[in-house]
């Protein structure tokens, strides 16, 4: 009975400690599992932010247009041996940074090397040949807007687009994964889709900026829909890369300010509202004033180009010549309370929106009270004293002449669009709409201006293969240069084509030593490029998908036909004149 019990007991406590061991070898296999478990973990790169994208007017792309291929890349000395040579110029440094820490990355490919294993495509932001910097404007280190439109609307663009990331599972080196269910994956989150259409027209952007690039060094273009008021292109010069702003700042060139929307003495290119003004208030445009080249008002004397008298001259011919005198003499006839309501009514002084919360400076517009002083008032009379307009807002009081009497407020963007299915979701466009002067009126000075081409100082701004009319204008700054030349704002504004025009165009040569005739042989140039461009309207653009695929091809078709322009449209050389100066002796 004894020896039963012992065997009972035995047989026990083999049992119990079976159990036992079971149970420790199922605990150190747990532990196991979940240490090798803990050893991995997930990792998520991101390959785009998923930010709204920017529209031209015929819904081509002005953002997120080029493509660029990524590779997805395990740290440590084998993807540097392997792959270096696959790996941009431009990011090899960042490559081997990368591979020293313990996670994946992703580094932008040469697409004609080998290719890693996983390879994904992303748009980047901006062309490499950017277009429309300064108004699109760029990012900071973290993705958000901190200049231009990225800046303005950066809050509904942080929303709109498709965010992407690679998700891939990491081992404890920090290798991803590449077995069972743990391949690397590429995961997009939906945004509101949501895109901002402008009301610029890229092809014609990218001609005025290759015209821009072999004629200006600072200075701006604006080219507008007369019937519209549609900004079609917005030029600043010097331009700058928002893929490295980083230079521009190092140069100091001023590349970064956005000059078509900033404030300028505006000179001459102004006359053209006095005379309208002098018109509607019963002054005839045969009244003749004698010039002699110089003003005497209180002691202080304003004096025409050079001092240069034009003897007797007419409305007509006071504009072919910009004669200051005559033009002094029409402002205080007029008075400072007509000045004041022409120019306001012609948009001096007032903001134009660019999108909600941006707006285009509102340049100066002396007070009525301000104008009261005849010296203040006889500046003004010739564009000059505290009056400051922006080249967009001298397109706007321009364009009156082109548009028989009634301004328009200049508009850049159309509105925000589905950008799936191109419907308007949001309009932009919701331009003011006045009528300044008769049409009557409008049109004696829209052929005072085809005179000022045809007959007068502006002979440079006439095409080649078209017609024009427009003003001159030179604005002293009071700023000189080392050598002691005054720097001068040169100006020529003015529409295209003289028989119902069709775009009124603005260009402005900022703190060069030269006249109006510089920016004039632009303004001529600019024309001819739009009549070539005549034979393409915009209802028959490339749809967006085909223009992504062939965005060389037409990048260099545009450069073409820049160059053609820049040899053959040259025209005939004249004096440099410099009208809209003020001078006291």
Known sequence: MQEKRLIVAAIAMIGVFSVLTARLVWLSTDQ????????????????????????????WKLTDWEYRTYGLF???????????????????????????????????LQTEQKQPEFVFRQTQRYWSQPIAAHLIGYLDGEGS??????????????????????????????????????????????????????????????????????????????VMETATGKIRASVSMPLFDPTNVAASIEKNDTSLINRPISGY?????FKPII???????????????????????????????????????????????????YFIQLGLMLGAQQVHEAAQAAGCGQATPIVPGWNTTAGNLPTVDELQDQGQLASVSFGQGALLASPVQVAGFLNIFANDGTYIQPTYAQGIMDEESGEMLESYYRPIQRTVFDEAIAQRVQEMMISVVENGIGAAAEPRLTTAGGKTGTAQTGRYNEDDEELLDAWFGGFYPAE????????????????????????????????CFEGCPSEDAVPPTALEEESEEQEGEGQEIVAVLAEETQPQEIPTQQDGTEQIG
């Not at 196991?32 to 819904?59: F, H, M, P, W």
């Not at 003495?265 to 290119?269: K, L, Q, R, T």
Request: include cysteine.
């Open 32 to 59: 196991s599992a979940r240490y090798a478990v803990q050893k991995q973990s997930e990792t998520r790169l991101t390959l785009s932010e998923g930010r709204g994208n920017i529209y031209d007017c015929n819904r």
């Open 74 to 108: 395990s740290p440590g000395k084998e993807s540097y041996r392997t792959w270096f040579e696959s790996v941009d110029a431009t990011q090899k440094s960042d490559f081997y940074g990368s591979i020293q820490r313990a996670k994946p990355f992703l580094v932008q």
């Open 145 to 222: 807007g901190v200049y231009g439109l990225e800046k303005a609307c950066n809050d509904w663009l942080e929303q709109a687009g498709t965010k992407e990331e690679v998700v891939c599972t990491v081992d404890a080196l920090g290798s991803y994964l590449n077995t069972g269910h743990d391949i690397p994956v590429l995961e997009e989150t939906a945004g509101t889709g949501e895109a901002l259409m402008l009301t610029l027209d890229a092809r014609i952007q990218r001609l005025c900026e290759g015209i821009a690039q072999e004629q200006i060094d600072r200075g701006a273009i604006v």
């Open 265 to 269: 003495s505006v000179g001459s290119v």
């Open 275 to 325: 005379a309208a003004q002098a018109l509607k208030a019963g002054i005839s445009a045969d009244m003749t004033y004698e010039c002699t080249g110089e003003y005497e008002l209180n002691g202080h004397i304003y004096r025409c180009a050079y001092g240069k008298g034009h003897g007797v001259v007419n409305m007509t011919e006071a504009m072919e010549q910009s004669c200051n005198c």
């Open 500 to 531: 119902e025009p069709r775009y009124t165009i603005v260009v402005m040569m900022d703190s060069g030593t030269h006249g109006s005739s510089d920016a004039a042989r632009v303004f001529a140039d600019i024309a001819d490029a739009l009549y």
